[in-house]
């Protein structure tokens, strides 16, 4: 990846800013700390990736702007790419990716950032973590890799190299092999199970026989006591057939005696209403000319209830008219009540304004003081304009000899504590110079037992080294012992072969053969025993200088706060030497702020000002507070103004008064005669007078009306008696037909009724002749069902006999593809356990850092040795178990460690020994081959090298050689920017990019 143009917009500390990359090769980025430097390339991976540094994603935005945008521009894989990143504080991200086409840039951008993200990856070939650790040094990254402990030095190469893709596929390898595992166990104890239950499949067809051949016999025995029940049950239903038509018959009989009665009883009542229907019919002239009288007396009524309907309708109407007039005279009253109340109301009204009227000399006084007291506050009121710019400015003035004196005091304070500091700095000299003595000497012992101490770590690893081997000798020689032993087993049997030409032996062959084996077992057993004695004392030593290295260990825990401490106390007994000259400075000047505070001589051209003006404001004698009695007094007379405005309303309100008076007068006696008119002469009491006229000529009586309805209602009772007449008149030949009917019925019935009884006598004598077979049919039906549940018994014992067979034939099929399953699960188990292993840390992933190993060392040391002229050669070293001559480098185990050897003019020394610039050029070398070989991994070429804040710790010669390393390493990369806040190595660049830090924002400027 080639940068070719960078634009920001509210990024971080920039605000608005343009960088072209074209024509850039070596560069050095420049400017002072916090000034945006690695803000520049934050920006980068952020428009790229989505990465930074930000902890939140609103932190990459400007302080104060709602909204960031980064436009890259870069090369890659000779194609030219855009990318373009936005974000809304607070909102959503927005990624646009674009590519070049000879028209212009054509877009790429897929279905959302995640999509867009995946395609920029896809092109670039480089993800983030990759970057940061091979294109992009970032700063106080350096050292991160030299610093960890050996085991953590392999666990981040690791990660460089991407290798924990292979933990989650060890990690699924075991997990799978659990799962085999478990499923071979599980299908284990179902093959035993199955294989118990199979073992009862001749058990259960004997039973099966058996029980089939008692089945039959009960069958048997079942059908002949079924027959003898069938006869049985052929009389017994004939019985029952008789006794069926005798409970017929004789329910015949009953429903005829009971229907003799019923007719019996309907002949008596019929004969009773044929003698009340005689009675009435006998009276039938008194009740016709009572029912006359009844008919003439309702005729006189109906005549009545007409002239009080007509008489009722008058009095409704006349009723409605009254209230109609009743209504108009008292609207014109209520007119008249309203007109009455608006005179009285221009009567109040004229008296009150006679009052306001006689109060006019009054105001015109007041109206005169008023007008003094206003000439009085303008004069005021000018003065304030002359007075008040002129106090605006004393005050000023004494704010700023305020701020004069408190500042003079604050610096005397400040001096009074600096002397005090500097006195107490002046007594601790002594103590500060022995101190630093006392510091070097203890420094001093600990580096010898820091040598020391490495001299035990390497014979430490010497004592490891000597117990690999011995371990490695150890298993030779049990597995030669177990090749013996199996050997000598093999040669106790009489017919055995030779070993070695698998010959058959004969006994004096055999008796060499044994002799020769037993010798050599036991010549291998003392080996192997020796070698254990050898694994012991080797284990005592190395437990010895165990111990060894914890105590100076713990002895040189110290050792760095040592050496800062020295840096410190040094620092300080150096600030004491310039003490007294700046104790003798704070004394002059104290002296020359107290004598300035006690004469007060300071600021005289602000004094003799502040003099002059209080000098021009006495003259001008204004006081506030005659100006707010000014104000006052005009406040006190300002009821004049208001009472004047009421006088002039009260004449022009007295006028419109005479005029309204005799209007509402006039108003009123028309009103008067209005109501007397209406009450007499107005159509409404017109028509009222000829209603009651109507109502006098129609002449109802409500007593007579009254009379006449008692009558009809005692008369009544002959138009009840009248229609029993018509009906009984009807009724009376019906009645005497239907009796006579009955009494043909009723003879029939008893006819009937005796030849039944016949037929019920001769039933009887039939069923006194057929014995009952019940008790017999009981009998054999218990025998029955006994047997029938026998038989249900035994038919249910042998369905589950038939249905055990069936399931233990499908259990051998079950067996049979369980035992499949199982071998399958074996292999299975076996094949993800061998690849777990290979995916583990001492798989692959160790032949692949073996493999990788040797490059990265190679490209170390060719870089390291332009760094150091020479002076440096770096080793990469991974412990390995010893080997004997008959093992193979198949065999060897890596252990999880990976130390690093330097090596120098005075011997291989450990990384923490040396200065910080050769611990940087160290961590510069590889921390490039790493950069180098990672991309090279990745598929992407490395064209663009990023060092942020590499010549920190640098001396100038050092400084002048990482340069020269740069610039010898130049043709390898299309782009190197180089990041320092130093000032004189920005000349050591031709092109450089200043940043500067502004109000505005960081501020970036190129040059060539």
């Known amino acids: 990846m080639i940068p070719v143009q960078l634009i920001l917009k509210n990024f971080l500390s920039y605000r608005d800013a343009t960088l072209d990359f074209r024509g850039l090769h070596t560069a050095c980025i420049s400017g002072s700390n916090g000034a945006g430097k690695s803000s520049l ?29 980064v436009d890259f521009t870069f090369q890659s894989n000779q194609q030219k790419y855009r990318v373009i990143r936005t974000r809304i504080r607070g909102g959503t991200s927005v990624l646009e990716f674009q590519i070049e086409i000879p028209s212009g840039f054509r877009s790429l951008t897929g279905k959302g950032v995640r999509a867009t993200q995946d395609l920029i990856l896809e092109h670039i070939k480089l993800d983030y973590d990759t970057f940061i650790n091979s294109a992009y040094l970032r700063q106080g990254r350096a050292d991160e890799f030299m610093l960890k402990r050996p085991t953590e030095r392999k666990e981040i190469l690791a990660e460089l190299l991407k290798l924990n893709q292979y933990d989650d596929l060890e990690e699924r390898a075991k997990e799978s092999s659990r ?62 057939n008789w006794e069926q038509q005798l409970s017929f018959v004789k329910q015949q009989y009953q429903n005829l005696t009971q229907d003799c009665d019923r007719l019996q009883q309907e002949q008596s009542a019929i004969g009773s209403q044929l003698s009340d229907l005689e009675k009435i019919l006998h009276q039938e002239a008194e009740i016709k000319a009572g029912y006359t009288q009844y008919q003439s007396l309702q005729s006189q009524e109906e005549a009545f209830a007409a002239k009080f309907e007509e008489y009722t309708r008058a009095q409704q109407t006349r009723q409605q008219k009254q209230q109609h007039l009743t209504k108009q005279i008292h609207e014109i009253e209520r007119q008249l009540q309203q007109a009455q109340a608006q005179l009285e109301a221009l009567h109040q009204q004229e008296r009150d304004i006679q009052q306001t009227l006689t109060k006019s000399g009054e105001v015109e006084a007041a109206l005169s003081q008023l007008a ?12 304030q304009m002359q007075v008040t710019p002129l106090l605006q400015q004393r005050a000023t003035l004494q704010s700023q000899l305020d701020r004069t004196h408190a500042g003079l005091v604050a610096r005397l304070e400040q001096l009074q504590s600096t002397e005090n500091q500097l006195q107490r700095q002046q007594h601790r000299q002594p103590q500060l110079q022995q101190a630093v003595m006392d510091v070097a000497i203890q ?28 371990q490695a000798h150890q298993r030779d020689y049990e597995k030669l012992l177990g090749e013996l032993e199996q050997k000598l087993q093999m040669l106790q049997n009489p017919e055995a072969l030779c070993p070695l030409c698998e010959r058959p032996l004969d006994e004096h062959h055999w008796s060499r053969v044994v002799e020769k084996t037993q010798a050599e077992l036991e010549d291998t057993q003392g080996q192997f025993w020796v070698v254990r004695e050898q694994m012991a004392v080797s284990d005592r030593e190395i437990q010895v200088l165990r111990q060894e290295y914890r105590e100076i260990s713990q002895q040189l825990a110290s050792y760095d706060g040592l050496r800062e401490q020295r840096g410190q106390l040094a620092a300080q007994l150096e600030a004491t030497t310039d003490v007294q000259q700046q104790l003798q400075q704070i004394a002059a000047e104290k002296q020359h702020l107290e004598r300035s505070l006690q004469a007060g001589d300071y600021a005289p051209d602000k004094q003799a000002e502040l003099r002059q003006l209080d000098q021009y404001l006495q003259q001008a004698n204004y006081n506030e507070q005659d100006h707010a009695l000014a104000r006052s007094e005009v406040e006190r007379w300002r009821w004049a103004e208001i009472k004047q405005g009421q006088i002039k309303d009260a004449t022009k309100r007295q006028a419109q008064l005479l005029a309204r008076k005799p209007e509402l007068q006039s108003q009123i006696a028309q009103l008067q005669v209005r109501i007397q008119q209406d009450q007499t002469d ?14 006098t000529e129609i002449g109802y009586s409500s007593e007579q009306h009254n009379n006449l ?43 009937e009724r005796q030849k039944l009884g016949g037929q019920i006598e001769s039933i009887i004598q039939q069923l006194q002749a057929t014995a009952n077979p019940s008790a017999q049919i009981q009998a054999l039906e218990q025998q029955l069902a006994i047997r029938r549940r026998q038989l249900d018994e035994q038919i249910a014992k042998l369905g589950r006999l038939e249905q055990l067979a069936l399931q233990l034939e499908t259990l051998q099929i079950q067996y049979e593809q369980q035992h499949q399953q199982l071998q399958s699960c074996k ?84 990384y923490e020994t040396y200065s910080g610039g050769e611990a940087f050029r160290i961590n510069f070398a590889i921390r490039l081959a790493l950069a180098k070989l990672l991309a090279q991994r990745a598929g992407a070429a490395l064209q663009l090298l990023i060092v942020d804040e590499g010549f920190g710790t640098q001396d100038a010669e050092g400084c002048d050689r990482l340069i020269a390393a740069i610039n010898a390493i130049a043709s390898d990369f299309a782009c190197i920017l180089t990041v320092t806040h130093m000032p004189h190595l920005k000349e050591a660049f031709q092109a450089r990019i200043e940043v500067n830090k502004t109000q505005e924002g960081s501020q970036l400027s190129l040059s060539i």
């Open 709 to 751: 309805r008692i009558a009809v209602r005692q008369a009544q009772s002959w138009h009840l008696r009248y229609q029993q007449l018509l009906s009984a008149q009807q009724q009376y030949p019906q009645l005497q037909t239907r009796l006579q009917e009955l009494e043909e019925s009723r003879s029939a019935r008893v006819t």
């Open 41 to 69: 390339l934050e920006a980068i991976t952020w428009a790229i990736w989505g990465e930074s540094r930000a902890t939140a994603e609103d932190d990459v935005i400007y302080s104060g702007a709602k909204e960031v945008r």
């Open 682 to 695: 107005s159509e409404c009491a017109k028509q009222i007078a000829a209603l009651e006229r109507h109502i």
């Open 443 to 470: 420094i001093e012992e600990l580096e010898k037992k820091r040598v020391y101490l490495q001299r035990v770590q390497e014979k430490g690893h010497e004592r490891r080294h000597f117990i690999e081997r011995l």
């Open 179 to 240: 799962q085999f595992k478990a499923r071979a166990v599980e299908l284990e104890r179902s093959l035993e199970s199955i294989k118990i239950q199979l073992q009862q499949r001749e058990t259960t067809e004997a039973q099966r026989v058996e029980l089939e051949a008692e089945l039959n016999q009960l069958q048997q025995v079942q059908a002949f006591d079924n027959i003898q029940l069938q006869s049985l049950q052929v009389v017994q239903h004939q019985r029952q």
């Open 372 to 383: 003094a007291a206003r000439h009085h506050v303008a004069r005021l009121d000018q003065l």
């Open 827 to 910: 292999q299975e188990y076996r094949v993800y356990q061998e690849l777990a292993q290979a995916f583990g840390k001492n798989g692959i992933q160790a032949l692949m850092i073996e493999n990788v190993l040797p490059q990265l060392e190679a490209e170390t040391n060719q870089l390291l040795s332009r760094l150091s002229g020479n002076q440096f050669h770096v080793q990469f070293i991974t412990q390995k178990a010893g080997r004997s001559a008959k093992s193979t480098k198949k065999n060897a185990k890596l252990i999880d460690t990976l130390d690093i050897l330097i090596a120098d003019s005075r011997g291989t020394r450990s």
